[in-house]
């Protein structure tokens, strides 16, 4: 579930940039797609790490 909220939170992070860079459609999907991988990775880590201390 982290994983999945890190994910879409940075996709909307990513668009949110791109929109104030004054991005077009594309540049925010391309910023969205960056910045949720991103996000998911570093989810997926904090998962790990809970997982591990529990």
């Known amino acids: 579930m982290i994983v999945l909220a890190s ?3 940075g996709a ?3 668009a949110g940039t791109a929109r ?3 991005g077009r459609g594309l540049d925010m ?11 998911g990775i570093l989810g997926l ?3 790990i ?5 529990t």
């Open 7 to 9: 994910l879409v939170f």
């Open 12 to 14: 909307l992070l990513g």
């Open 20 to 22: 104030r860079r004054g």
């Open 29 to 39: 999907a391309q910023y969205a797609a960056g910045y949720g991988i991103a996000f």
């Open 45 to 47: 880590f904090v998962t």
């Open 49 to 53: 790490f809970i997982a591990r201390m």
